[in-house]
């Protein structure tokens, strides 16, 4: 709120001693002395209340905010450089605008003026000035950042001499000459990354800086562009060289904004953590041979081989390596024990001070002969300025036909670059602890970085893991030591490279060796218990490929062995969550007793089995096998089954070799003359079209997709349920009578019935249960029950199975029920209503549709069964909606009949509630069946 305050009125908290010269302040300001529009009072005692907006009545409505916008007044002052007017909404009432980039960049510059100008006024007021944080700000942090700034500087200077000075093929005759141009050309990208850096990074203590790995990549377009505009001209192939490596920085510029810009930086959540462990370790691993290069002066790479280990034990040679490593044994143990800060520089910086003390005190103190025997760095030739570099820009020379051969090498340089950035920022932010890292902002500032780089006519450069990492331990985690970084190499840079030739190696030495074991202890030693066998195995290989070999193999190697291990580890994962069969779960569809009776009998020939996870080749092999053991001779002799449901609910999806099984599987099922059902898919979108598209379906087997289990199962009890359409069908015509209200969807046509009579196992088990559920019926059943009017027969086939009451005993209940009619989409009642009625269904299909917290679900109600007992006889609300789904014909019981049958058939009364509690508790046990599979 104070930050929105308008210009000339401070809302600053003052200390004491400031307070004593308000007054005077305030007119030097030209601030409103107003009581009301001031904070600090006269006295420390006495805070001035906060600024109050003078609103008129009229300003006032419902979409006012409660807090107070900025006055007016301030229009075109503080307030609107901060795209605040009068009006605006303070509490986020509105939905903010979307802000051009120009727009921000010009409040950025206001927000400059604006600081300016408060710095402006405290230099010309001394009232002003606050002695103690003016000594904090202008001397103590400055100096405190110091001792990191002098390590980051080494790294830089170091840098130079290991990538600059290389910029440019010295080993070719034109570019022979070129060592000290390419080092300034280092230094302007280095100091511009370094503001860019310390100003945006979410690290503080970041460092911007080329990468030792690019180089190749300038040496290859050299190499094009020397042989496109040919050596017998040395000025343009420098001029088109030259320009080539500023263009290639503009086109990893813009690269890295547009991967920022557009949020590409999720895909770095797709590296697995390991893989970024063994980029560190790496790391660690390639500095440390770059040590043994640096000190022993090997030339070209270190290589694993016996000519290498020749020339390190040559004696001119041994001395050279030897001190530095020790030198870094010892630093890097001591680390450990001592924690302060100021240990690592001052050891660092106490190597030359005593390498030039024991060379002076020898009476060795000749800086060439020290630069012959490779104790210290080369220098450049004398009186070259730094600037010399520019002076190669003629582009007039510049051959751009020669630039468009060198399009595919920076294509390859910036997806290198691409390819850096995302590992080098998630793994600096896990070895500082940066939770808030954010991958678009970092892409985007390398972006402006590399951009503002290329136009300089310099190099790329990135933010660099390994000497950010030591910086920051150094001490150097502050904007303001980045800053202080930065002058301290334009201040290097303008000295010229001269001051090269006085930095011993063994310092230099020091530091890559020490930070070569931190990053590998810390990426091979300390993880070895954290990390699984496979994952671990995975960072060796990583580590060894990146030292030995490769940096970009190294990673693709890691990339490729993380991807089979997790295919391997996937793969043993089962893609089955649970097995059932159609005894242990059924349909929510209520049926009358006779259905359920013969569906109880042959739920077995329903086999279920629910796929859960990602299906792809390696998990759906395990699905196949589980398949194949099911339908195998001696398992499906003893359990034969005609329908087998795949339930794809909590699959989230399916590859195309996974896709293909299903195929398999549904011929391999086809062969058994079992039923394929695939539940929990859309057949027109996602895993159904998926399903669709490799021809599921398409080879003249028939395979049902449905969304739903509930569906399925459905389906599949009725089919079963022909059977036993057929078998009463075959029995007298009493006993059909007695059972014509079954609800099968259609009865078998011709050929159909041959084949339910047609003689096999699975045909004879639900003969067998067809008869015996019949059988059972007949046993309770008599045939003087079809002279009995409505609703009393309706009453004798529904409650025969609950209740042992005889035709008479429910004569007493048929006065008080009354028929009604339904057409289909007719709504018998909602849910929450109060429960009104009770139903008997003669005739019809009803939808019971249960919309709930916890999810939805809904059962199918069918003739002969009853609806709506239990809120009815309970006296609670609905819990659910129950639709006409085809024309129906029950029998009402209202609220005014069960009263009535209360009060003059108590006994009557009592049996309907014995009754209602049996049937609601055998269909909570069927709902609790089909939703603890559904979870399952």
């Known amino acids: 709120m104070f930050k929105r305050s308008p210009p000339g009125k401070s809302y600053a908290y003052a200390s004491k001693s400031d307070q004593v010269h308000e007054d005077d302040d305030d007119q030097a300001d030209g601030a409103d002395t107003d009581s009301q529009e001031t904070v600090i009072g006269a006295t420390a005692s006495e805070p001035r209340p906060l600024p109050v907006r003078r609103d008129t009545p009229g300003d006032v409505s419902e979409i006012s905010p409660l807090l107070a916008t900025t006055p007016p007044e301030s229009q075109g002052g503080y307030g609107a450089s901060h795209g605040i007017s009068h009006g605006s909404d303070l509490e986020g009432q509105k939905p903010p605008t979307r802000r051009s980039w120009l727009a921000s960049m010009a409040d950025s510059f206001r927000r400059m003026e604006g600081w300016a100008s408060r710095i402006a006024s405290t230099i010309v007021h001394p009232s002003h000035w606050d002695r103690h944080a003016l000594w904090e700000a202008v001397f103590v942090a400055p100096v405190a950042c110091l001792p990191a700034v002098v390590v980051g500087l080494l790294l830089n200077i170091l840098d130079a001499l290991s990538y600059g000075m290389i910029l440019f093929p010295l080993g070719s005759p034109i570019f022979a000459s070129l060592g000290s141009a390419g080092i300034s050309m280092f230094y302007v990208s280095c100091i511009i990354s370094q503001f860019t850096f310390s100003a945006g990074s979410i690290f503080k203590g970041g460092i911007g800086s080329e990468l030792i790995e690019v180089v190749p990549f300038f040496h290859n377009m050299a190499a094009t562009i020397a042989d496109a505009v040919g050596e017998d001209k040395p000025e343009a192939v420098i001029a088109t060289t030259i320009t080539s490596y500023a263009l290639s920085a503009i086109l990893t510029g813009a690269v890295f904004y547009l991967m920022g810009r557009f949020r590409f930086g999720y895909l770095v959540g797709f590296i697995p953590r390991h893989i970024l462990i063994g980029c560190i370790g790496g790391v660690g691993l390639f500095l440390v041979a770059t040590g043994f290069e640096v000190t022993a002066r090997l030339e070209g790479s270190f290589n694993y081989d016996l000519d290498t280990l020749h020339r390190l034990t040559r004696a001119d040679t041994l001395a050279l390596w030897i001190i530095p490593l020790a030198l870094a044994v010892i630093l890097f143990t001591a680390q450990s024990r001592i924690t302060s800060k100021y240990f690592l520089p001052l050891y660092i910086l106490a190597i030359p001070a005593v390498f030039y003390a024991s060379t002076a005190a020898f009476n ?48 390859a340089l910036t997806f290198f670059g691409v390819l850096h950035v995302p590992i080098n920022v998630p793994a600096l932010a896990l070895n500082t602890g940066e939770d808030h890292a954010n991958l678009d902002h970092e892409l985007k500032l390398h972006g402006y970085s590399n951009l503002l780089a290329g136009m300089a006519g310099s190099i790329q450069n990135y933010l660099v893991y390994s000497n950010s990492l030591f910086f920051m331990r150094s001490g150097g985690n502050t904007r303001l030591a980045g800053v202080e970084l930065a002058s301290f190499t334009f201040l290097v840079m303008l000295t010229g490279p001269s001051l090269i030739g006085f930095i011993p190696v063994m310092m230099v030495g020091v530091l890559i060796f020490d930070l070569g074991f931190e990053l590998l202890v810390e990426a091979v030693w300390q993880p070895r218990k954290k990390l699984k066998l496979a994952e671990y195995l995975t960072v060796l290989a990583i580590v060894l490929v990146m030292g030995t070999y490769d940096f970009v193999v190294g990673i693709g190697v890691g990339i490729l062995l993380a991807f089979a291990s997790l295919t391997f580890q996937t793969s043993r994962v089962s893609a089955i969550r649970a097995t059932y069969s159609g005894e242990v779960v059924g349909s929510t569809v209520r049926r009358n007793p006779t259905q359920q009776h013969y569906l109880r009998q042959v739920g077995r020939q329903i086999s279920i089995i629910k796929l859960s996870g990602y299906l792809f080749f390696g998990t759906i092999v395990g699905v196949e096998d589980r398949i194949r053991a099911l339908i195998a001779d001696d398992e499906f002799s003893r359990r034969p089954i005609k329908f087998l449901i795949l339930d794809l609910w909590l699959v989230t999806g399916v590859d195309y070799s996974a896709a293909e099984v299903f195929n398999t599987i549904s011929r391999l099922l086809n062969g058994k003359r079992i039923e394929l059902v695939i539940s929990g898919i859309d057949p027109e979108h996602g895993l159904g079209r998926t399903l669709r598209t490799v021809g599921l379906g398409a080879e003249g087997i028939e395979v049902k997709l449905m969304q739903e289990l509930n569906s399925a199962l459905e389906y599949c009890e009725n089919e079963l349920l022909k059977t036993l359409y057929l078998n009463q069908q075959e029995s007298a015509s009493a006993r059909t009578a007695s059972t014509a209200n079954l609800d099968v969807p259609q009865p078998p046509c011709a050929h159909q019935a041959r084949d339910l009579l047609a003689s096999s196992p699975r045909r004879d088990h639900l003969r067998e249960a067809a008869r015996l559920s019949l059988k059972q019926v007949d046993a309770r059943l008599s045939t003087r029950w079809q002279s009995f009017t409505q609703p009393v027969r309706l009453m004798l086939q529904i409650f025969h199975d609950v209740s042992d009451k005889n035709e008479d005993f429910w004569f007493r209940a048929a006065p008080y029920f009354r028929r009604a009619a339904y057409p289909a989409g007719t709504v018998l009642f909602r849910r929450g209503e109060r429960a009104e009625g009770f139903y008997l269904v003669e005739a019809g299909v009803l939808r019971a549709e249960y919309d709930l917290p916890q999810g939805w679900l809904f059962e199918s109600i069918v003739a002969s069964t009853t609806c709506g007992e239990l809120p009815f006889f309970s006296e609670t609300n609905r819990t659910a909606t129950c639709v006409v789904e085809r024309d129906c014909v029950v029998w009402l019981m209202d609220a005014e009949g069960w009263a009535r049958l209360q009060k003059e058939e108590a006994d009557v009364a009592q049996e309907l509630l014995r009754i209602s509690l049996k049937m609601t508790s055998e269909r909570m046990s069927v709902i609790t069946s089909y939703t603890l599979t559904m979870a399952g």
Not at 372 to 383: I, K
Not at 388 to 406: D, H, N, P, R, S
Request: net charge negative.
């Open 364 to 411: 060795l103190l000749d800086p060439q002969k020290l630069r012959d025997g490779g104790w210290v760095f080369e220098g450049p030739p004398a009186g070259e300025p730094w600037w010399y570099f520019y002076t190669l820009y003629k582009f007039e020379l510049v051959q751009w036909g020669a630039i468009v051969q060198c399009v595919p090498a920076m294509l």
